[in-house]
């Protein structure tokens, strides 16, 4: 089992920066994919992006260029560098791990709320 417990949330202003972090209790580096979801107050929840165990990204159209996924495997983490932030990415951020059909988990979310 792995857990996953993610940081860095909160409020920040409409143009701002913010940077989540996802501490694995497990080594990210024989982690197959790892990734950064999203789910604001009754839509669905949605990928925000994906890393691989080589460092391959792949994000949504509607972050592509304004976010980064990068992995610290010494440090078993996973961040979600966020900038020019703008009132449609409030939502609650989720870290999922997984070895794709075999597991997956999710941490427990973290709040961001973009507002004036």
């Known amino acids: 089992q792995v857990q996953l417990v993610e940081s860095g949330g909160g409020l920040v202003q409409p143009g701002g920066s913010l940077r989540l972090s996802c501490a694995a209790s497990?080594?990210?580096?024989?982690?197959?994919?790892m990734g950064w979801w999203r789910q604001a107050p009754g839509k669905q929840r949605e990928l925000v992006g994906t890393?691989?165990?080589?460092?391959?990204?792949i994000y949504a159209d509607s972050v592509k260029g304004r976010f980064t996924i990068s992995r610290d495997n010494a440090k078993n983490t996973v961040y979600l560098q966020m900038n020019s932030l703008n009132s449609e990415d409030t939502a609650v951020y989720y870290c999922?791990?997984?070895?794709?059909?075999?597991?997956?988990?999710w941490g427990q979310g973290t709040q961001v709320t973009v507002s004036s």
């Open positions: 999922n791990a997984r070895n794709p059909g075999i597991w997956s988990y």
């Open positions: 497990a080594s990210t580096g024989r982690i197959n994919l």
């Open positions: 890393i691989t165990s080589d460092g391959s990204t």
